[in-house]
């Protein structure tokens, strides 16, 4: 069965920067058949997708965070992590971490992380 | 970016009640369009793909229908646990956007 966990601070001082890691247990992330993303949620509202990170090294940005974001993985960990500069109270909000299915139609996210609150404040 | 909009935002429904949702987009997406369940302090849960494709173990009183820019999830016999907000995604390009939502409450 396929987990992923997300782990990382859960409080980031503003204009610092967020670092969240997501391990993929139960199988492996260097697969073509395969996506790796990120969605956030602000407490109370509705989910943002992030961006996405492919097999090819291939990676999409929401354009509303194209400047201040970063995604990557690390196969030898099984990893794949995400950074978002200059956080400001905004950016407050739950992350997950998703795996996309490239070979399915409608490449939805079939399994997600537990969720991580990342809180921005001094 | 392509909006996508769903409705109602909130409905209330009685255990039995056949539900639907709607969700448009703003420009055609063919069927590249997704629905998640959340409930409250959870990760979301894969229930449709492909506008229409159920989701394996999922209940079949789980329906998607539609394709182009207006798509519809039914519940057929709303149960108890089927009480929480529900999100359409589209991924025919990216950003990859999700409808606002659809809370399901209990009447």
């Known amino acids: 069965q396929l987990q992923l966990q997300e782990s990382g601070p859960g409080l980031v001082k503003p204009s610092e920067t967020l670092s969240l890691t997501c391990t993929v247990f139960?199988?492996?992330?260097?697969?073509?058949?395969?996506?790796w993303g990120w969605i956030r949620q602000p407490p109370g509202k509705g989910l943002e997708w992030i961006g996405n990170t492919y097999y090819s090294g291939t990676t999409y940005y929401n354009p509303s965070l194209e400047s201040r974001v970063s995604i990557s993985a690390d196969t030898s960990k099984n990893q794949f992590s995400l950074r978002l500069s200059f956080v400001t109270a905004a950016d407050t909000a739950a992350y997950f971490c998703a795996r996309g299915i490239v070979v399915v139609a409608g490449t939805p996210f079939d399994y997600w992380g537990q969720g991580t609150l990342v809180t921005v404040s001094s | 970016d392509i909006q996508m909009t769903q409705s109602p935002s909130s409905l209330s429904a009685s255990v039995g009640d056949r539900v639907t949702i709607t969700c448009r987009a703003s420009q055609i997406i063919s069927n590249f369009l997704n629905w998640y369940q959340q409930k409250p302090g959870k990760a979301p849960k894969l229930l449709i793909y492909?506008?229409?494709s159920l989701q394996s173990g999922v209940p079949s009183r789980f329906s998607g229908s539609g394709s182009g820019t207006d798509f519809t999830l039914t519940i057929s016999g709303l149960q108890p646990e089927d009480f929480a907000t529900y999100y359409c995604q589209q991924s025919y390009s990216t950003p990859h956007t999700f409808g606002g939502g659809t809370k399901v409450e209990i009447k």
């Open positions: 492909a506008a229409s």
């Open positions: 139960g199988g492996s992330i260097s697969t073509s058949s395969y996506y």
